[in-house]
């Protein structure tokens, strides 16, 4: 089921309706109701893979059981090693089995030795990337004693399938959610009437933002041989504000969801377009999973102690993996790649840590400096999505030559400028512009809207919330749209 | 929590009043812009005419329906001359979803002899929004437009029904003032001057025709109900450039589909015409084309009509 449609917006009444009116008093049929409820909205696309689901959860919970039990450090190795060998299996599986196979039989191949193998028409579970590292971190917070083992088996498999976040994240630590479902929940109108706040905002990064980013991003990508670089320059902008949209759209979506049911779940982006280097907005995007990757890959590899050539490789694996795991395709370890070689300058001269307070602290706008680093860094970034969108390495390297190449032709510039006037109109720049306005006011606050919720008189707020769902009804596309992330 | 319901429940209210503000608002400004959800007529279509004369017609021997290749391919007076009595409902990208909504309207009032539906094949994978916003900015609203927009469904319908209600209920009613367009009153037909291809040498990249679901759904619609009163259909596809017709991939089985529902003759492969001479551009023929095509399909139906023709548009 997407956030997105009809669907939802049906069954999220219903579900909230039955929560506080019907099982509210009751901890454990509100547990239940979880479960049932995200087994239904997972169902909804494929049910045949809830079944993965189920015993992911079971699995998890019973080794969790056991390293409770357990205190032999040798067993408790083995038990660890147990879950995570099973959850990365079914991960490696259905994620990495053909471009493993793709890659051995082209290896094979380039030494001379052709070799023929069938490939398997292998469908990715939605959201399994998520959920897996989701109950990881429960079995490996439960082996560092970080975590009680969880005892009541219907709040474990609420905490692995709580849809909100089920899909797409963020990526909840087992140390943060799986408490929540032991304590009893009081309705909070502030944190409810804030959730559907966060909720609208996300639903219009999406469904504007997003989806009318997209099909300019699509057309200029799927075309780039016929367009200029600066045509090439503003799909790689468009891109970037398409995956921001979608991807920040869905978890402020998901969080403002959570919080309508009581749970509170962590931060993924804080703003991440206003960061003023590399190593600022990778504490700014996707938080869930460079957090992830921080405490279970980067501090177990040695972290940032050590020499250089140390902290380095850690950096080094830290991206590549971070690349591999949105996707199997070499464009997706390219792109980690190029965000390890941006980072690298600010690690070796320890300049990492130097953006740690929100941009323009204080003031309304920021100062000439901190502008021209926000858009070097943009800039940046908006290189390193060309990897992320292309279709493959060559795609990506020819995008980019070209966009480099092409940006000091003048003539492409009325070739971009056609494609604006004409093509995508000045509404979907004057979108993008308003996003903006209203994150930098926001940039201090949990999520862009927090603040219109101190705005008062009340018809003041409900005006500008109105205006947003205007904005959605006026330039929601009519198609079915899904959101990127789910393929990862 | 009763309070958070309550106040959910009076921000629905008035959000739903500040929307329909916003959409009012747009629609007499008159704003279009790309990517809007919202698209106002800016002067209203010959869909107007047609369905202010559809209304005091008496039965007619054939009924025309269809997009524009119908209004600007069947000539009305040609029939006339030949002795039938003929309208042509064609109205602008009309789709299968509107033809079922015209004929759910009109048709027992206009009872026509035989019905000829022009099947313009790219119709069938059409969304339908730009002739349901030709139609909302035409015609009435009522329940028929409603269940017309649920079927499209798609939000610029939705906005366009909800504009042209408000404009119905507070009796601004859209007047046709451009009298040097063509149409020929009681008629519906564009009478024109011959113009030749100017779309020659384009090419079309060669494609499968989508069948939309809910457009199959409506053709069968059509369908049914025409055999409910015993009044026979006949499909045809109206001649385009060869370049055209060839770039559709999966024609035969759109043909057979058709040919299990209906009587089917497809005037491209029983006509030959000259793709410069007898086209207007890449869609429409001129009125050279135009009275060549009607001519034949005259010529058939005073023949017995379609059944004798199978042979010949089969290309057997």
Not at chain 1, 207 to 219: G, H, P, Q
């Amino acid at each position: 089921m997407l956030f997105n449609s009809i669907d939802f917006a049906l069954f999220l009444p219903v579900v909230f309706a039955l929560y506080w009116f019907v099982f509210q008093r009751s901890l454990k049929a509100q547990n239940l109701l979880i479960v049932v409820a995200s087994y239904v909205f997972y169902g909804w696309w494929d049910w045949r893979f809830l079944s993965l689901i189920a015993f992911s959860t079971l699995l998890d919970f019973g080794i969790g059981l056991m390293l409770g039990r357990e205190e032999r450090a040798a067993r408790r190795k083995l038990l660890l090693a147990a879950s995570i060998i099973v959850n990365l299996g079914f991960l490696g599986f259905f994620k990495y089995y053909n471009f493993f196979l793709d890659n051995f039989i082209a290896a094979f191949t380039v030494m001379g030795m052709p070799i023929k193998v069938g490939m398997l028409h292998i469908v990715l579970p939605v959201g399994i990337s998520f959920y897996t590292f989701q109950t990881l971190s429960y079995s490996i917070d439960v082996y560092c004693r970080k975590l009680e083992p969880s005892k009541d088996p219907m709040a474990f498999a609420a905490f692995v399938c709580f849809f909100p976040q089920l899909v797409a994240g963020p990526i909840e630590r087992a140390t943060n959610l799986l408490p929540q479902f032991f304590r009893p929940r009081i309705f909070e109108r502030a944190k409810a009437v804030d959730g559907l706040r966060q909720m609208l905002w996300g639903m219009f990064k999406k469904v504007v933002i997003a989806d009318n980013c997209a099909e300019y991003a699509n057309l200029i990508f799927n075309n780039s041989s016929d367009y200029s670089g600066s045509t090439l320059a503003l799909g790689a902008v468009l891109f970037a504000f398409q995956i921001y949209g979608d991807f920040s759209g869905y978890s402020d979506i998901a969080i403002g969801c959570s919080r309508l049911f009581g749970f509170d779940l962590m931060r993924n982006f804080a703003f991440p377009y206003f960061s003023r280097d590399i190593a600022e907005f990778w504490r700014r995007w996707h938080i869930s999973l460079s957090t992830w990757f921080r405490d279970y890959l980067y501090i177990p590899l040695g972290g940032s102690r050590g020499g250089a050539r140390t902290k380095v490789r850690n950096t080094f694996i830290i991206f590549l993996v971070s690349g591999f795991w949105h996707g199997a395709n070499w464009t997706f370890i390219a792109w980690g790649l190029l965000h390890a070689l941006f980072f690298l300058p600010l690690l070796l001269a320890s300049r990492n840590r130097d953006n740690l307070t929100p941009v323009a602290l204080g003031r309304v706008m920021p100062s000439f400096g901190e502008l021209r680093r926000m858009l070097g860094t943009f800039a940046m970034v908006c290189v390193a999505w060309v990897f992320f969108r292309a279709e493959d390495l060559g795609h990506a390297t020819r995008y980019i030559a070209d966009m480099g190449t092409g940006l000091l032709a003048k003539a492409g510039y009325v070739e971009t400028y056609n494609l604006i006037y004409w093509d995508l109109g000045y509404s979907i720049p004057a979108l993008i512009a308003f996003l903006l306005v209203i994150e930098w006011k926001g940039r201090l606050d949990r999520h862009a809207l927090e603040f219109f919720g101190f705005l008062s008189p009340r018809v003041v707020r409900w005006a500008f919330y109105s205006f947003i769902i205007l904005l959605i009804g006026l330039f929601v596309p009519s198609g079915e749209s899904p959101f990127i992330y789910f393929q990862f | 929590m009763k309070g958070f319901a309550r106040s959910v429940l009076l921000f629905v209210m008035f959000a739903s009043m500040f929307y329909a503000g916003g959409i009012l608002t747009l629609g007499l400004a008159r704003v279009s812009a790309l990517h809007l959800n919202f698209k106002f007529l800016d002067s209203p279509s010959l869909t107007l005419l047609r369905v202010g004369d559809v209304q005091n017609l008496d039965a007619v021997d054939v009924l025309f329906l269809g997009s524009s290749r119908v209004f600007m391919g069947f000539d009305t007076r040609i029939f006339n001359a030949h002795g039938y009595s003929a309208f042509n409902l064609g109205t602008v990208a009309q789709t299968p979803v509107q033809t079922a909504m015209l004929l759910d309207r009109y048709l027992d009032g206009i009872a026509p002899g035989l019905v000829v539906y022009e099947v313009y094949l790219e119709g069938f994978g059409n969304d339908g929004v730009e002739s349901a916003i030709d139609m909302l900015g035409s015609d009435r609203i009522d329940m028929h437009a409603w269940q017309m927009v649920n079927t499209v469904r798609n939000p610029t319908a939705y906005h366009a029904f909800f504009f042209a209600w408000i404009e119905e209920r507070s009796g601004r009613l859209l007047q046709f003032t451009d009298d040097s367009s063509g149409y020929l009153p009681m008629s519906g037909y564009i009478d024109r001057e011959v113009k030749f291809n100017g779309t020659m040498g384009r090419t079309y990249p060669h494609r499968d025709v989508e069948v939309l679901g809910q457009q199959w759904q409506a053709f069968l619609h059509i369908v049914e109900k025409l055999k409910e009163r015993n009044i026979p259909l006949l499909l045809v596809q109206a001649p385009v450039p060869s370049e055209r017709y060839d770039a559709m991939t999966n024609r035969d089985s759109i043909h057979g589909l058709l040919r299990s529902q209906a009587d089917f003759l497809d005037f491209n492969r029983i006509l030959t015409l000259d793709d410069s001479l007898h086209f207007e551009d890449d869609s429409h023929l001129n009125q050279t084309g135009a009275e060549v095509f009607n001519l034949k399909l005259i010529e058939l139906l005073a023949a017995g009509h379609p059944r004798e023709a199978r042979q010949q548009n089969s290309g057997q």
